[in-house]
T-cell receptor, first 109, second 113 residues
Framework: GENVEQHPSTLSVQEGDSAVIKCTYS??????FPWYKQELGKRPQLIID?????GEKKDQRIAVTLNKTAKHFSLHITETQPEDSAVYFC????????FGPGTRLSVLP | EAGVAQSPRYKIIEKRQSVAFWCNPI?????LYWYQQILGQGPKLLIQ????????DSQLPKDRFSAERLKGVDSTLKIQPAKLEDSAVYLC???????????FGPGTRLTVL
């Protein structure tokens, strides 16, 4: 079945810097790749997603890139703010949704 | 638009007891998912319904977990009997179709003593 790896597991950046989180997947049939933000004690919230027919997608300070050949996709957050601090999960959908283990992002003021 | 509703929000039981969780998806959403999220880990899909049919239940521990979505709307997830390792947050999510944007409910935090 699908396996999703995510790196790094923790990431600390200074406010205003950029943050990059990378995920790899194993199932070449996967075609939908969402990213979720989860604050402590809250539900996961979709922040951006990308489908396999697109290489990059951007929404204000957030962007996602997909490399189907290498089977990896990345989340880019620019001009980070303290409210970006949370756990971020990537996921891949082939036959079902498989989530990565998460990255704890801390934005230091 | 109302979101995904779940109840109860919290449940504490002793091992070997039974427990049931309820989920009401967003109106019109055909696909419903149940996830188990253990503290510090990503959500793990337990079962996926398309209307009232099961799409995937490969990671559902069927000796103790069961789920149903009889009328293609609400769903219940049951654990019988519970084990200590079942302590987790159980998240319900729904989407219009398969491989579509998922919207999560607030979750049920289960503690098994």
């Amino acid at each position: 079945g699908e396996n999703v790896e995510q790196h790094p597991s923790t990431l600390s950046v200074q406010e205003g810097d950029s943050a990059v989180i990378k995920c790899t997947y194993s199932d070449s049939a996967s075609n939908y790749f969402p990213w979720y933000k989860q604050e402590l004690g809250k539900r996961p919230q979709l922040i951006i997603d990308i489908r396999s027919n697109v290489g990059e997608k951007k929404d204000q300070r957030i962007a996602v890139t997909l490399n189907k050949t290498a089977k990896h996709f990345s989340l880019h957050i620019t001009e980070t703010q303290p409210e970006d601090s949370a756990v971020y999960f990537c996921a891949a959908y082939g036959q079902n949704f498989v989530f990565g283990p998460g990255t704890r992002l801390s934005v230091l003021p | 638009e109302a979101g995904v509703a779940q109840s109860p929000r919290y449940k504490i039981i002793e091992k070997r007891q039974s427990v049931a969780f309820w989920c009401n998806p967003i109106s019109g959403h055909a696909t419903l998912y149940w996830y188990q999220q253990i503290l510090g880990q990503g959500p793990k899909l337990l079962i996926q319904f398309q209307n009232n049919g099961v799409v995937d239940d490969s990671q559902l521990p069927k000796d103790r977990f069961s789920a149903e979505r009889l009328k293609g709307v609400d769903s219940t997830l049951k654990i019988q009997p519970a084990k200590l390792e079942d302590s987790a947050v159980y998240l319900c999510a729904s989407s219009l179709l398969n491989a579509d944007t998922q919207y999560f409910g607030p979750g049920t935090r289960l503690t098994v003593l």
